[in-house]
Protein backbone atom coordinates (compact mmCIF):
# COMPACT_ATOMS: atom_id res chain seq x y z
CA UNK A 1 0.00 0.00 0.00
CA UNK A 2 0.95 3.85 -0.47
CA UNK A 3 1.61 6.07 2.03
CA UNK A 4 -1.05 8.78 3.27
CA UNK A 5 0.31 11.84 2.69
CA UNK A 6 0.02 14.35 5.49
CA UNK A 7 -1.83 18.23 4.90
CA UNK A 8 -0.46 20.82 6.82
CA UNK A 9 -3.62 22.94 8.45
CA UNK A 10 -2.27 25.90 8.11
CA UNK A 11 -3.46 28.54 5.12
CA UNK A 12 -0.45 29.17 2.52
CA UNK A 13 1.69 32.09 2.56
CA UNK A 14 1.45 32.54 -1.20
CA UNK A 15 -1.42 34.09 -1.95
CA UNK A 16 -0.34 33.83 -5.58
CA UNK A 17 0.52 30.82 -6.57
CA UNK A 18 1.49 29.11 -9.73
CA UNK A 19 0.22 25.36 -8.54
CA UNK A 20 -2.50 24.01 -6.35
CA UNK A 21 -3.54 20.84 -5.28
CA UNK A 22 -6.64 20.17 -6.25
CA UNK A 23 -8.83 17.34 -3.70
CA UNK A 24 -11.24 15.30 -5.34
CA UNK A 25 -13.58 13.48 -3.01
CA UNK A 26 -16.28 12.68 -5.45
CA UNK A 27 -16.64 11.45 -9.12
CA UNK A 28 -13.31 12.95 -9.74
CA UNK A 29 -11.34 10.28 -7.54
CA UNK A 30 -11.48 8.64 -10.18
CA UNK A 31 -8.20 9.57 -12.63
CA UNK A 32 -9.93 8.92 -16.05
CA UNK A 33 -12.90 10.70 -14.98
CA UNK A 34 -10.81 13.93 -14.59
CA UNK A 35 -9.24 13.54 -17.33
CA UNK A 36 -12.23 14.84 -19.26
CA UNK A 37 -12.50 17.98 -17.14
CA UNK A 38 -8.76 18.71 -17.91
CA UNK A 39 -8.27 17.30 -21.41
CA UNK A 40 -12.38 17.54 -22.86
CA UNK A 41 -14.44 14.84 -23.50
CA UNK A 42 -17.12 13.04 -22.20
CA UNK A 43 -16.81 10.04 -19.90
CA UNK A 44 -18.69 6.98 -19.70
CA UNK A 45 -21.92 7.49 -18.23
CA UNK A 46 -21.94 11.22 -18.27
CA UNK A 47 -24.82 13.51 -20.25
CA UNK A 48 -22.58 15.90 -21.38
CA UNK A 49 -19.19 16.62 -22.81
CA UNK A 50 -16.57 18.94 -21.33
CA UNK A 51 -14.50 21.47 -23.12
CA UNK A 52 -11.68 20.81 -20.51
CA UNK A 53 -9.04 22.82 -19.36
CA UNK A 54 -7.17 25.62 -21.24
CA UNK A 55 -4.02 23.80 -20.45
CA UNK A 56 -4.74 20.25 -21.04
CA UNK A 57 -1.32 18.99 -19.13
CA UNK A 58 -2.55 16.45 -16.92
CA UNK A 59 -1.57 16.75 -13.19
CA UNK A 60 2.16 16.20 -12.85
CA UNK A 61 1.00 14.43 -9.19
CA UNK A 62 -1.58 12.70 -7.11
CA UNK A 63 -1.53 11.60 -3.65
CA UNK A 64 -4.03 10.42 -1.44
CA UNK A 65 -4.99 12.40 1.84
CA UNK A 66 -7.51 12.55 4.24
CA UNK A 67 -9.05 15.95 5.05
CA UNK A 68 -10.96 17.39 8.17
CA UNK A 69 -14.46 17.57 7.91
CA UNK A 70 -17.75 15.37 6.53
CA UNK A 71 -18.33 13.73 3.39
CA UNK A 72 -22.46 13.94 2.91
CA UNK A 73 -24.66 13.32 -0.21
CA UNK A 74 -27.47 16.06 -0.84
CA UNK A 75 -29.56 17.11 -3.97
CA UNK A 76 -30.45 14.97 -6.76
CA UNK A 77 -27.59 14.37 -9.66
CA UNK A 78 -29.87 13.64 -13.27
CA UNK A 79 -26.67 11.38 -13.96
CA UNK A 80 -25.92 9.74 -11.69
CA UNK A 81 -29.99 9.37 -10.67
CA UNK A 82 -28.76 9.85 -6.50
CA UNK A 83 -27.49 12.27 -4.18
CA UNK A 84 -24.43 13.45 -5.25
CA UNK A 85 -21.17 14.20 -2.68
CA UNK A 86 -20.37 17.62 -1.16
CA UNK A 87 -17.64 18.17 1.47
CA UNK A 88 -18.21 20.27 4.55
CA UNK A 89 -14.75 21.68 5.99
CA UNK A 90 -16.30 22.79 9.21
CA UNK A 91 -18.19 19.20 10.20
CA UNK A 92 -15.93 16.92 12.82
CA UNK A 93 -14.89 13.82 11.28
CA UNK A 94 -12.12 13.04 7.97
CA UNK A 95 -12.55 12.65 4.23
CA UNK A 96 -10.61 10.94 2.16
CA UNK A 97 -9.51 12.66 -1.03
CA UNK A 98 -6.88 12.48 -3.54
CA UNK A 99 -5.03 16.04 -4.13
CA UNK A 100 -4.05 16.29 -8.00
CA UNK A 101 -0.99 18.65 -8.61
CA UNK A 102 -2.43 21.23 -11.06
CA UNK A 103 -1.81 24.93 -12.24
CA UNK A 104 -3.65 27.54 -10.69
CA UNK A 105 -5.64 27.63 -14.66
CA UNK A 106 -6.21 24.62 -14.57
CA UNK A 107 -8.12 24.67 -10.74
CA UNK A 108 -10.24 27.24 -11.97
CA UNK A 109 -10.85 25.39 -15.23
CA UNK A 110 -12.08 22.05 -13.26
CA UNK A 111 -14.08 24.21 -11.18
CA UNK A 112 -15.66 26.60 -13.83
CA UNK A 113 -17.06 23.08 -15.38
CA UNK A 114 -18.14 21.81 -11.80
CA UNK A 115 -20.40 25.03 -12.27
CA UNK A 116 -21.23 24.86 -15.75
CA UNK A 117 -19.43 27.69 -16.73
CA UNK A 118 -16.86 28.22 -19.49
CA UNK A 119 -13.24 27.51 -18.45
CA UNK A 120 -12.28 30.68 -20.14
CA UNK A 121 -10.67 33.40 -17.37
CA UNK A 122 -8.68 32.62 -13.85
CA UNK A 123 -10.04 32.98 -10.46
CA UNK A 124 -8.91 35.40 -7.79
CA UNK A 125 -7.75 33.11 -5.05
CA UNK A 126 -6.79 35.68 -2.64
CA UNK A 127 -9.93 35.29 -0.45
CA UNK A 128 -9.79 31.27 -0.03
CA UNK A 129 -6.09 31.43 0.44
CA UNK A 130 -6.52 34.27 3.16
CA UNK A 131 -9.49 33.01 4.95
CA UNK A 132 -10.07 29.28 4.11
CA UNK A 133 -13.61 29.61 2.01
CA UNK A 134 -14.65 32.34 -0.35
CA UNK A 135 -18.18 32.22 -1.81
CA UNK A 136 -18.58 32.56 -5.61
CA UNK A 137 -22.20 32.10 -5.75
CA UNK A 138 -25.21 30.11 -4.53
CA UNK A 139 -24.76 27.27 -6.40
CA UNK A 140 -24.10 23.59 -5.96
CA UNK A 141 -20.30 23.44 -6.15
CA UNK A 142 -19.93 27.43 -6.10
CA UNK A 143 -18.00 27.72 -2.91
CA UNK A 144 -13.68 27.16 -2.62
CA UNK A 145 -12.15 25.86 0.45
CA UNK A 146 -8.65 25.37 1.60
CA UNK A 147 -8.49 22.79 3.50
CA UNK A 148 -4.55 23.26 4.17
CA UNK A 149 -1.00 23.07 2.60
CA UNK A 150 1.06 20.32 1.30
CA UNK A 151 4.74 21.57 0.17
CA UNK A 152 3.77 24.94 0.54
CA UNK A 153 0.90 24.99 -1.71
CA UNK A 154 -2.62 25.31 -0.72
CA UNK A 155 -4.84 22.17 -1.13
CA UNK A 156 -8.15 23.34 -2.59
CA UNK A 157 -11.46 21.96 -3.59
CA UNK A 158 -14.86 23.21 -4.51
CA UNK A 159 -18.42 22.08 -2.75
CA UNK A 160 -21.45 23.65 -1.54
CA UNK A 161 -22.48 26.89 0.47
CA UNK A 162 -24.21 24.88 2.97
CA UNK A 163 -23.40 22.52 5.79
CA UNK A 164 -24.39 18.99 6.10
CA UNK A 165 -27.08 19.71 9.11
CA UNK A 166 -28.56 22.51 6.81
CA UNK A 167 -30.04 20.41 3.62
CA UNK A 168 -31.97 17.18 3.26
CA UNK A 169 -29.47 14.03 2.85
CA UNK A 170 -30.10 12.04 -0.21
CA UNK A 171 -28.84 8.36 -0.79
CA UNK A 172 -26.34 8.22 -3.84
CA UNK A 173 -27.15 5.62 -6.41
CA UNK A 174 -25.55 2.42 -6.97
CA UNK A 175 -23.25 3.21 -9.89
CA UNK A 176 -22.32 6.46 -8.17
CA UNK A 177 -21.51 4.54 -4.61
CA UNK A 178 -19.47 2.58 -6.84
CA UNK A 179 -17.48 4.98 -8.73
CA UNK A 180 -16.80 6.80 -5.76
CA UNK A 181 -15.70 3.76 -3.64
CA UNK A 182 -13.56 2.35 -6.57
CA UNK A 183 -11.83 5.53 -6.92
CA UNK A 184 -10.79 5.26 -3.46
CA UNK A 185 -9.77 2.30 -3.51
CA UNK A 186 -7.07 2.87 -6.61
CA UNK A 187 -5.53 5.54 -4.76
CA UNK A 188 -3.61 2.23 -3.50
CA UNK A 189 -3.67 3.17 0.41
CA UNK A 190 -6.77 2.17 1.62
CA UNK A 191 -7.85 -1.53 1.40
CA UNK A 192 -11.31 -2.44 0.41
CA UNK A 193 -12.53 -2.84 4.17
CA UNK A 194 -11.66 0.40 4.63
CA UNK A 195 -13.18 2.30 2.24
CA UNK A 196 -16.47 0.35 2.22
CA UNK A 197 -16.63 1.34 5.95
CA UNK A 198 -15.72 5.31 5.58
CA UNK A 199 -18.80 5.40 2.70
CA UNK A 200 -21.21 3.46 4.14
CA UNK A 201 -20.95 5.61 7.16
CA UNK A 202 -21.34 9.22 5.43
CA UNK A 203 -24.59 11.23 6.02
CA UNK A 204 -27.09 10.26 3.33
CA UNK A 205 -24.91 6.38 2.53
CA UNK A 206 -26.01 5.91 5.88
CA UNK A 207 -28.75 3.68 6.46
CA UNK A 208 -29.46 2.80 2.95
CA UNK A 209 -25.87 1.45 2.28
CA UNK A 210 -24.21 -1.32 4.16
CA UNK A 211 -20.45 -2.15 4.28
CA UNK A 212 -20.82 -5.78 2.55
CA UNK A 213 -23.07 -3.98 -0.28
CA UNK A 214 -20.26 -0.93 -0.72
CA UNK A 215 -17.40 -4.06 -1.11
CA UNK A 216 -19.76 -5.89 -3.59
CA UNK A 217 -19.54 -2.96 -5.50
CA UNK A 218 -15.86 -2.87 -5.77
CA UNK A 219 -16.02 -6.73 -5.90
CA UNK A 220 -14.13 -7.37 -2.84
CA UNK A 221 -16.99 -9.07 -0.72
CA UNK A 222 -16.17 -12.72 -0.79
CA UNK A 223 -19.34 -13.85 0.70
Known sequence: MKALRVVDPGLPVDRQPTHVWYAAYGSNLHLDRLAAYVRGGRPAGAAREYPGCRDPRMPERAEAVELGGALYFATWSPVWRGGRAFYDA????????????????????????EMYREPDIDLDLEDVLAQGRAELGEGRYETLVCAGRIEGLPVLTFTAPWGVGDVEWVAPSRPYVGFLASGLLSAGVWDAEAVASYVAACPGAAGHWTERDIAALMGTDEG
Do not use: E, K, P, S
Open 90 to 113: GATGRVLARAYLVTAGQFADIAAQ
